[in-house]
C-alpha cells in the first residue's frame, strides 16, 4: 500500500511534460498548486469534474492557484477532451506519481453510490448534449475503474498545504472548495 502523504509533508520539485509538450513544474514557482490525481482519461466522473474547472479557470488562477491535473492513462488516450483543457494534463500510464503521492485503488471507487450518481450524470450529459469537448469520453481505455481520486495544494517549495484522498470516484475537491482552503491557507507569495 503506497503512502499517503498529509499536510506538512514536502515533495521534491518535478519538472515534467504536459500531453501537450509543454514543460510543467510541479509545483510551480509562484502561488500555489493543485494537483489533481484523476482516473482514467474516458472517466465521465472525471469529465464532468474536471469540466468545472475548466468552466471557472480563470477564477481558479486569479486565487493565485496553478491546476495541473495527472491520468494514469498514456498520452494517446488522453489527446481527446484532456488536451482542450486550459491547465496542464500529465499522463502517467505506469502510476509512478501516483504512488510517490499514495493515491490508490480500490472497489469502493465504483461502489458507492455517490459515485454511481456522478457516472450517471456524467454519461447522461455526454449523451443528450452535442459536445465537441467529450472527445473519447465514456469508452474505455484498457486502463483501471478503480482508481480513487486525490487533491494536493502545493506551496513552490514544495510543502504540501492541504490534502484529500478520495474515498470513491466522486470525491474530490469542487472549485469552491478548492478555493475556500486557499484562502483560509493565506495568499502564497511568490516563494
Not at 498548486?33 to 472525471?46: K, M, V
Not at 480563470?58 to 491547465?87: C, K, N
Request: glycine share 10%.
Amino acid at each position: 500500500m503506497p503512502t499517503r502523504l498529509s499536510s506538512g509533508a514536502t515533495v521534491p520539485i518535478r519538472h515534467l511534460k504536459a500531453i501537450n509538450g509543454q514543460a510543467v513544474d510541479v509545483p510551480a514557482g509562484t502561488g500555489r498548486t493543485h494537483l489533481q490525481f484523476r482516473r482514467f482519461a474516458s472517466c465521465p466522473i472525471c469529465h464532468l469534474h474536471l469540466r468545472s474547472f475548466a468552466n471557472r479557470y480563470d477564477e481558479v488562477a486569479d486565487s493565485g492557484i496553478t491546476e495541473v491535473v495527472f491520468f494514469h492513462s498514456a498520452v494517446e488516450a488522453l489527446r481527446g477532451y484532456q488536451s482542450l483543457l486550459p491547465f496542464a494534463v500529465i499522463a502517467d500510464p505506469d502510476r509512478v506519481h501516483y504512488r510517490e503521492f499514495g493515491v490508490e485503488t480500490s472497489l469502493g471507487a465504483i461502489t458507492h453510490p455517490r459515485a454511481w450518481w456522478a457516472a450517471f450524470r456524467g454519461a447522461g450529459a455526454l449523451l443528450h448534449r452535442n459536445d465537441p469537448n467529450r472527445v473519447g469520453v465514456g469508452l474505455g481505455d484498457g486502463t483501471t475503474h478503480l482508481g480513487l481520486p486525490a487533491d494536493f495544494l502545493i506551496d513552490p517549495d514544495g510543502t504540501v498545504v492541504a490534502v484529500h484522498y478520495g474515498r470513491h470516484a466522486d470525491d474530490q475537491w469542487s472549485v469552491d472548495q478548492l478555493i475556500d482552503i486557499n484562502s483560509s491557507l493565506g495568499r502564497q507569495g511568490a516563494g
